[in-house]
């Protein structure tokens, strides 16, 4: 079945780096978009961004534009997310997430049938 592990959260200063990453298993990598969500505390999960599956394009919400840097790496099944310039706001649990039936990028949840369990990143002021 499809596996997908985060690693790389913990807690940083305001204005810190850090980098995710997202190993998947039980699937043909290539073949899937795939894509950042977050969640914090009280609030709805929301879309971060997303990767093509050739890497060739990505999508970014516009909080993070500038500061976050999603790749992937289809040798290793595996996609990053650099987080630079990090903010309090930026607090939250953070998703990986696998769809292959999308034609294109997609911020809607709902398109994203494979979900990990999330690390937690905490942005301190």
């Known amino acids: 079945q499809v596996q997908l592990v985060e690693s790389g959260g913990g807690l940083v200063q305001a204005g810190g780096s850090l980098r995710l990453s997202c190993a998947a298993s039980g699937l043909t990598f290539s073949n899937y978009v795939m894509a950042w969500f977050r969640q914090a505390p009280g609030k709805e999960r929301e879309f971060v961004t997303a990767i093509s599956r050739s890497d060739s394009s990505t999508l970014y919400r516009d909080s993070v534009k500038g500061r976050f840097t999603m790749s992937r790496d289809n040798a290793k099944s595996t996609v990053y997310l650099q987080m630079n310039s990090l903010k309090p706001t930026d607090t939250a649990v953070y998703y990986c997430?696998?769809?292959?039936?999308?034609?294109?990028?997609?911020?809607?949840?709902?398109?994203?049938?494979?979900w990990g369990q999330g690390t937690q990143v905490t942005v301190s002021s």
């Open positions: 997430a696998a769809a292959a039936r999308l034609l294109g990028l997609s911020v809607n949840i709902r398109d994203y049938p494979y």
